[in-house]
T-cell receptor, first 112, second 109 residues
Framework: GAVVSQHPSWVICKSGTSVKIECRSL??????MFWYRQFPKQSLMLMATSNEGSKATYEQGVEKDKFLINHASLTLSTLTVTSAHPEDSSFYIC????????FGPGTRLLVL | DAKTTQPTSMDCAEGRAANLPCNHSTISGNEYVYWYRQIHSQGPQYIIHGLKNNETNEMASLIITEDRKSSTLILPHATLRDTAVYYC??????????FGKGTRLHILP
């Protein structure tokens, strides 16, 4: 299947700082990518749809000014958690694909 | 909301076939059935998908009932590495994926 990568795989930051997470499609182009968040012992929750060349579409309850999404090219989407707080600590996962969605390995964020 | 119903958890002995059921009684004609699994602390892994015919690949088989209201994922010879949460998802091929709670499969040695 297609390969989706994420960077970094884990990150620790201080409260109030911003953190950028990258999602790349390695062997295909993706006009759309998806961002999810997963808390311990819970299922994945869709945060937003990243659209190449246009604004991201956010799910209800997700603050667009806090979770900035940039889909700068057909192989790269970035999620920036701005002014991170401990409650933003979570496992962030992206997906991309044409008909079948393939998921990245995830980025674990810990905000101290 | 997820459009599927799955058992919360299941056990299967190592080496036996694991049969994971999924109900999707409100599936529409152009929606596919997809299966993913998530091993602890990893991103979800695509397993298989189908529309109405049974499907088989190197990982699993997917059996879809004739009325398409339910399906079964079959792992033919389960190993300890198959321990994971398995998600059954119904979607159009261009749609976003909404995850339900899935089935936690324990493979017993």
């Amino acid at each position: 299947g297609a390969v989706v990568s994420q960077h970094p795989s884990w990150v620790i930051c201080k409260s109030g700082t911003s953190v950028k997470i990258e999602c790349r499609s390695l062997d295909f182009q993706a006009t759309t990518m998806f961002w999810y968040r997963q808390f311990p012992k819970q299922s994945l929750m869709l945060m937003a749809t990243s659209n190449e060349g246009s604004k991201a579409t956010y799910e209800q309850g997700v603050e667009k000014d806090k979770f900035l999404i940039n889909h700068a090219s057909l192989t790269l989407s970035t999620l920036t958690v701005t002014s991170a707080h401990p409650e933003d600590s979570s496992f962030y996962i992206c997906s991309a694909g044409q008909e079948t969605q393939y998921f990245g390995p995830g980025t674990r964020l810990l905000v101290l | 909301d997820a459009k599927t119903t799955q058992p919360t958890s299941m056990d299967c002995a190592e080496g036996r076939a694991a049969n994971l059921p999924c109900n999707h009684s409100t599936i529409s004609g152009n929606e596919y059935v997809y299966w993913y699994r998530q091993i602890h602390s990893q991103g979800p892994q695509y397993i298989i998908h189908g529309l109405k015919n049974n499907e088989t690949n190197e990982m699993a088989s997917l059996i879809i009932t004739e009325d398409r209201k339910s399906s079964t994922l079959i792992l033919p010879h389960a190993t300890l590495r198959d321990t994971a949460v398995y998600y059954c998802i119904v979607r159009n091929r261009d749609d976003k994926i909404i995850f339900g709670k899935g089935t936690r499969l324990h493979i017993l040695p």
